[in-house]
Structure formats: structure tokens, C-alpha cells
């Protein structure tokens, strides 16, 4: 039987999905859009359905909000701007390296996060936990290997790109965390919902901006496509709103450790969708992350 305490596993599985089903809308809209574009649609379409949300709850709980305090501020920003550096810098890799090696990198994030939530929050990690993210990570790292891809791990630039973008998503999930907990005097729900709201704001602000000075033409296209960057931003909004209630629940590093199941759900299409079959070490790799992950939600 699920407590509240243990809700966090399905909440990140649900966003894990949701988050899929956004990155497939939004490739769809990347090639009339270009990358930025498509990426703005997920905070500007995003925004309004994140009011409704906290709307619903506001309305269901009874909470009230007043300002956040002084510290919730710096962790709203840090959550918010280092998401955007982090798309920049995983874009900016996939440009000088493969678009699996760069996932390879991308998907130390969890350690990473590990790491940032310990020092920053004092997320308090058991040996045993931390061991169930090392091998979900290697997990995913092997199932990201393809033959003679060992090669690419071994220059110098895409390398430390990655893993800085790893770095910086890393620190956009304890960023978010740390707002959270930071949100007095309300449910775990209400402060997710408002730190939702707050950090799709300034996201939408930021790269609002951003292309109304570079790309202006981008942002009348992105208004112009409308009907299915609706669909694209709901998505988008329903998938953050349950990525975080699981950070108010819990460490950020055990989400972001659940959330490599996303892994095993593109394997799954592959295979059942598009017949691909499944090298050996894919099947090892899955295997380690099935095993990582059980040990996170078991223990």
C-alpha cells in the first residue's frame, strides 16, 4: 500500500511518460520551428496550463499563498536558468558528437544530482541508494554504447560538453527541489504546483526574450502553429507538474535515478513499434537498470 511518503515513485513514473510523449510532439514542431522555437513552446504553452493546475489545487486544499520567503528566490532561478543552459549545452553537443554518446553523458545527470543535493540540501542518500544509482547509470550508459562509439568518449570537447550539461540539469532539479521545500505553510502539493508556475514564467520570460531579439520571426511562427503547440505545451506541463511533486517528496537524485526508466520505455517501442531487435548489450544494460532501480524504490 502507497503512503505519501512513497508517492514520489509513481508520480516520477508518470512523468517520465509524459515527458515522452512532450519530446515527441516537440520533435514534430522542431524542423518548421528550428530547436529553440520548438523548445520555447514547452515553457510559453506550458505556462497557462500550469495557472490551471494551481487554480484546481488552490481550489481542492483550501491553501493560501503569500510571497515566498527571501531564499526561495535564488533556487527558483537557479532551477529555472540552469534547465535553459542545460538545453543549450546538450544542443550544442549533439551538433559536435552523436546523438547516443551525447545521451550517454547526459544520463550521469543522476549522479551528478547525487552529488549537488547532497552538498546543497542535504539530501540524506544511503550507501545502498547510492550504489542503485551508480549501476542504473552504468546501465544506461552501456545500452547508449554502440560498436566502435567507445572512440567518441575519448575527445576532449563533446566530453566535457556533455557532462557540463549533465551538470547543469542536475542542478535545474535541485534548484526546483530546494524551492519547493522552501514554500511555506501549504501542502507539498500546493508548493510544487506554485514553483511550477513561477519557474515556467521566468523560462518563458528568458527565451520570450531571447528570441524576440534574435529570432523574431521564430516567435511569430510559434504563435502562427498555435492548435498543436497547445497539445505540446499541456503535455510539457502535466509531466513538470508530476516531476514536481516527486522533488517534494524526495531526494532529486532518487527521481532523477526512477526516471531513467524512460530508457526502458524507448527500448520498448523500438522493439514492439519499429521490430528493432535488441543486442546483447542492450539487454545487459537493461538488465543493470532494472536492478539499480529496484534497489532505489525497494530499500
Same mark, same amino acid.
Given at each position: 500500500?502507497?503512503?505519501?511518503?512513497?508517492?514520489?515513485?509513481?508520480?516520477?513514473?508518470?512523468?517520465?511518460?509524459?515527458?515522452?510523449?512532450?519530446?515527441?510532439?516537440?520533435?514534430?514542431?522542431?524542423?518548421?520551428?528550428?530547436?529553440?522555437?520548438?523548445?520555447?513552446?514547452?515553457?510559453?504553452?506550458?505556462?497557462?496550463?500550469?495557472?490551471?493546475?494551481?487554480?484546481?489545487?488552490?481550489?481542492?486544499?483550501?491553501?493560501?499563498?503569500?510571497?515566498?520567503? !527571501?531564499?526561495?528566490?535564488?533556487? #527558483?532561478? &537557479? /532551477?529555472?536558468?540552469? $534547465?535553459?543552459?542545460?538545453?543549450?549545452?546538450? @544542443? %550544442?553537443?549533439?551538433?559536435?558528437?552523436?546523438?547516443?554518446?551525447?545521451?550517454?553523458?547526459?544520463?550521469?545527470?543522476?549522479?551528478?544530482?547525487?552529488?549537488?543535493?547532497?552538498?546543497?540540501?542535504?539530501?540524506?542518500?544511503?550507501?545502498?541508494?547510492?550504489?542503485?544509482?551508480?549501476?542504473?547509470?552504468?546501465?544506461?550508459?552501456?545500452?547508449?554504447?554502440?560498436?566502435?562509439?567507445?572512440?567518441?568518449?575519448?575527445?576532449?570537447?563533446?566530453?566535457?560538453?556533455?557532462?557540463?550539461?549533465?551538470?547543469?540539469?542536475?542542478?535545474?532539479?535541485?534548484?526546483?527541489?530546494?524551492?519547493?521545500?522552501?514554500?511555506?505553510?501549504?501542502?507539498?502539493? !500546493?508548493?510544487?504546483?506554485?514553483? #511550477?508556475? &513561477? /519557474?515556467?514564467?521566468? $523560462?518563458?520570460?528568458?527565451?520570450?526574450?531571447? @528570441? %524576440?531579439?534574435?529570432?523574431?520571426?521564430?516567435?511569430?511562427?510559434?504563435?502562427?502553429?498555435?492548435?498543436?503547440?497547445?497539445?505540446?505545451?499541456?503535455?510539457?506541463?502535466?509531466?513538470?507538474?508530476?516531476?514536481?511533486?516527486?522533488?517534494?517528496?524526495?531526494?532529486?537524485?532518487?527521481?532523477?535515478?526512477?526516471?531513467?526508466?524512460?530508457?526502458?520505455?524507448?527500448?520498448?517501442?523500438?522493439?514492439?513499434?519499429?521490430?528493432?531487435?535488441?543486442?546483447?548489450?542492450?539487454?545487459?544494460?537493461?538488465?543493470?537498470?532494472?536492478?539499480?532501480?529496484?534497489?532505489?524504490?525497494?530499500?
Amino acid at each position: 500500500m502507497l503512503t505519501i511518503a512513497s508517492l514520489w515513485i509513481p508520480f516520477t513514473v508518470i512523468a517520465a511518460l509524459g515527458q515522452v510523449a512532450r519530446n515527441a510532439m516537440q520533435r514534430s514542431l522542431t524542423k518548421p520551428l528550428g530547436t529553440w522555437g520548438a523548445t520555447n513552446i514547452r515553457f510559453l504553452f506550458g505556462f497557462p496550463f500550469s495557472l490551471l493546475f494551481l487554480a484546481a489545487v488552490l481550489v481542492v486544499s483550501g491553501d493560501r499563498i503569500g510571497m515566498p520567503p !527571501t531564499v526561495f528566490w535564488p533556487w #527558483l532561478l &537557479l /532551477g529555472a536558468l540552469s $534547465q535553459i543552459v542545460a538545453t543549450g549545452l546538450m @544542443l %550544442l553537443a549533439m551538433n559536435d558528437r552523436s546523438f547516443v554518446v551525447t545521451t550517454a553523458y547526459l544520463k550521469t545527470e543522476a549522479i551528478q544530482t547525487a552529488i549537488f543535493g547532497f552538498v546543497f540540501l542535504g539530501d540524506h542518500l544511503t550507501w545502498l541508494k547510492v550504489l542503485a544509482i551508480v549501476i542504473a547509470t552504468i546501465g544506461v550508459v552501456v545500452t547508449a554504447l554502440r560498436p566502435g562509439g567507445e572512440k567518441s568518449f575519448a575527445e576532449l570537447k563533446p566530453t566535457i560538453t556533455g557532462l557540463v550539461a549533465a551538470a547543469a540539469f542536475a542542478l535545474s532539479a535541485v534548484g526546483f527541489r530546494g524551492a519547493i521545500i522552501n514554500v511555506p505553510g501549504v501542502s507539498f502539493v !500546493t508548493a510544487a504546483s506554485f514553483t #511550477l508556475v &513561477l /519557474g515556467l514564467f521566468v $523560462q518563458t520570460l528568458v527565451l520570450t526574450i531571447y @528570441l %524576440l531579439w534574435r529570432a523574431p520571426d521564430v516567435l511569430r511562427g510559434i504563435l502562427g502553429m498555435w492548435r498543436p503547440s497547445m497539445l505540446a505545451g499541456f503535455t510539457g506541463a502535466f509531466a513538470s507538474q508530476f516531476w514536481f511533486l516527486a522533488f517534494a517528496l524526495t531526494a532529486a537524485a532518487n527521481v532523477r535515478t526512477l526516471a531513467l526508466i524512460e530508457v526502458l520505455f524507448a527500448q520498448a517501442v523500438a522493439y514492439y513499434s519499429f521490430k528493432q531487435p535488441i543486442a546483447p548489450r542492450e539487454i545487459v544494460g537493461i538488465v543493470l537498470i532494472v536492478v539499480g532501480v529496484a534497489l532505489l524504490v525497494g530499500f
